[in-house]
Each structure stands twice: as structure tokens, then as C-alpha cells.
């Protein structure tokens, strides 16, 4: 069974700052693609960031220069550090946990979801 839970999230006001974790348990993290989306009422969840292996990163053009992605493979977590909060960023952050592009074995695990709200 694999687990992948989200904590972090909150209300804050714009301009602040939020720091999401995932920590993830029942597979071999540091050999997996991390990514975090989010998804707010009425609209399709969308892509945020993700940080492969080998640790390089892509981030949405909305975050680019505003949220940094990370991993700590020896605790099997992963990190999502918001700063210079919008309203716009408020939405459901969903962590996700994929094979790397050609592994043999291929896997999709989602955590729950935490509530990032940013008031104006």
C-alpha cells in the first residue's frame, strides 16, 4: 500500500507564504518524479511543479519566480515553498508520485489534497 499525504496548507493573506510537505511511504521515493497540482472550484486541476531523480524542475508560468520545488529522498518528502501568496494560488494542492519516463514499471499515486486559501 502506498501512502502519499499533504500537509501545509492554510489561509494566509496575499503576499505571504506557505511551505506544503508530502510525505510519502510504500515506495521508492527517491526513484520517483514528484509533483504537485492544484485544482480549484469549477476549474481542471492543473500542474504546479514537478522535480525528477536527477532533481531538475519545471514549474507553471503563473508560479515561475514564486514557488520552489524540493526533496528530501532520506526522509521521503517532498516540499513545496510558496511565497508571494495570490489569491489566484488558492486551490486544492494535490501531491503526486510518478515513475521516471521509461522505467519498466509504470505508477500514478495521489495524496488527498491540502487547502491553500489566500485572502485579499
Known amino acids: 500500500q502506498v501512502q502519499v499525504v499533504e500537509s501545509g496548507g492554510g489561509l494566509v493573506q496575499a503576499g505571504g507564504s506557505l511551505r506544503l510537505s508530502c510525505v510519502v511511504r510504500g515506495t521508492i521515493f527517491s526513484l520517483s518524479t514528484m509533483g504537485w497540482y492544484r485544482q480549484a472550484p469549477g476549474k481542471q486541476r492543473e500542474l504546479v511543479a514537478t522535480i525528477t531523480i536527477s532533481r531538475s524542475e519545471t514549474y507553471a508560468d503563473s508560479v515561475k519566480g514564486r514557488f520552489a520545488i524540493s526533496r528530501d529522498n532520506a526522509k521521503n518528502t517532498g516540499f513545496l515553498q510558496m511565497n508571494s501568496l495570490k489569491p489566484d494560488d488558492t486551490a486544492l494542492y494535490y501531491c503526486?508520485?510518478?515513475?521516471?519516463?521509461?522505467?519498466?514499471?509504470?505508477?500514478?499515486?495521489w495524496g488527498q489534497g491540502t487547502q491553500v486559501t489566500v485572502s485579499s
Open positions: 503526486n508520485i510518478k515513475n521516471w519516463r521509461g522505467a519498466p514499471k509504470e505508477y500514478d499515486y
